[in-house]
């Protein structure tokens, strides 16, 4: 079958157990995780491809896909279903060789080399499904054409004492990458890789081959992909991002990066109709605030119920929050119920979840600890998991099973 040649593809890296997610990935892929009141976490890349005008993408899926798959479907509601090109699902398949599980993100590539080359494409994007950004890769693409490289890096500054959790580039003046190094007990420089590639695609073929037989290689980008090609004298240049960027591995990062959905100084917006972020959504009635409710500084989706007192949290759609119930600085993902007299605080509770009377979730940081992140922090209960009335789950709590 002929296909289309596409001047660039994009493979989206949405295999990850996110395990620092816990109770949250217990049935769903990290990229498939809830944000911001009515999104996944995987909208973002989706929508950044299709607003950067690539619309061939790969998801590659592995661990606890079938939320993730259903939500993607055809790629509909991001202008992916097409013809020529689109969104496929990219699960581990066995071949004659044996192989299957993916053994590391270049082996998942490698693996899927076949998807890419029916496509005959100069460039392939390498995305991860896992972080909350607009970014336009057309001008990523551009600045990987001008400078002729083999491989484009988005970078950007983090705190020096950060440094040491990324892949910390070093680059010269002309933005070429001399050295590169993996989590750098002490970093020489603070450019950290977003995990966002852009490769001259025959370039990347040859390494990702090379890197295959070598049967002592971790077949990871970090690892071995982007030192392999440094060492073989490839030009790898560091491309700056200076805008919104978040890595939402960690429950903290997740309940901060929704909670930035409600700081009007936080440079991401949601509602900027020049770059949407597109979603599946599902199709409910507006939301409906009761005659005693109070709603402060909050995103409430439709479908919503809000009888009691909501303060600068982030409701998805379907939570139906009960007559003296009290919800403030959480995120209460799809179709939840909080019983009369329930206080949550500090938590996130993930979908299809009942809160009983006068339970009381989490618990905000006092005066005296606010500074102090290691003596509190956010609650979490799992996604299907009810609670029984009256019971106590204390800050930094992790509730996976109904109690």
């Not at 070093?170 to 070429?176: F, G, L, R």
């Not at 491309?239 to 591995?249: I, L």
Request: with cysteine; glycine share 8%; charged share 20%.
């Amino acid at each position: 079958m002929n296909h289309v040649k596409k001047e660039i593809v994009a493979m989206l890296l949405a295999g990850g157990q996110g395990s620092r997610l816990y109770a949250l990935t217990q049935d769903m892929a990290k990229p498939a995780v809830p944000y911001g009141g009515k999104y996944r976490i995987i909208d973002f890349p989706l929508s950044n491809c299709i607003n950067s005008g690539i619309d061939t993408v790969g998801v590659l899926t592995q661990y606890q896909p079938l939320v993730l798959s259903e939500y993607i479907g055809n790629g509909q509601p991001w202008g992916l279903n097409r013809t020529h090109g689109g969104v496929h699902v990219l699960p581990p398949y066995e071949t004659a060789a044996g192989k299957s599980w993916y053994a590391g993100t270049a082996n998942a590539i490698y693996q899927n080399m076949g998807f890419v080359d029916r496509y005959n494409p100069e460039y392939v994007a390498i995305l991860s499904g896992d972080h909350i950004y607009k970014m336009d890769y057309n001008e990523m693409l551009d600045f990987h054409k001008k400078t002729g490289a083999d491989a484009t890096i988005a970078v950007r500054e983090v705190p020096w004492e950060e440094a040491s959790r990324f892949g910390i580039m070093t680059a010269d003046e002309n933005h070429v990458i001399t050295e590169f190094a993996e989590k750098p007990k002490e970093p020489k420089s603070n450019l950290a890789s977003m995990g966002v590639y852009i490769f001259t695609w025959k370039v990347l073929k040859q390494h990702l081959i090379t890197n295959e037989k070598d049967e002592t290689a971790t077949k990871d980008f970090g690892k071995n992909i982007i030192p392999d090609m440094l060492a073989d004298g490839c030009k790898m240049v560091a491309f700056p991002f200076n805008h919104y960027w978040k890595d939402v591995g960690t429950i903290d990062s997740l309940w901060e990066a929704n909670m930035d959905c409600l700081d009007p100084n936080v440079p991401l917006s949601l509602y900027d109709n020049n770059w949407k972020i597109y979603s599946r959504n599902p199709v409910m009635p507006p939301h409906y605030a009761g005659p005693n409710s109070k709603i402060e500084n909050s995103m409430v989706a439709e479908g919503c119920n809000i009888y009691g007192t909501v303060d600068f949290s982030v409701l998805f759609s379907g939570v139906t929050v009960e007559e003296g119930a009290v919800v403030r600085d959480s995120i209460i993902m799809p179709n939840t119920t909080i019983k009369k007299g329930a206080v949550i605080e500090f938590a996130i509770v993930g979908e299809d979840c009942t809160v009983g009377e006068e339970a009381h979730i989490g618990e905000r940081p006092s005066p005296d600890n606010i500074e102090n992140r290691d003596a509190w922090g956010v609650a979490v209960v799992g996604h299907k998991v009810n609670i029984s009335d009256k019971t106590v789950v204390k800050a930094k709590g992790m509730i996976s099973e109904s109690m």
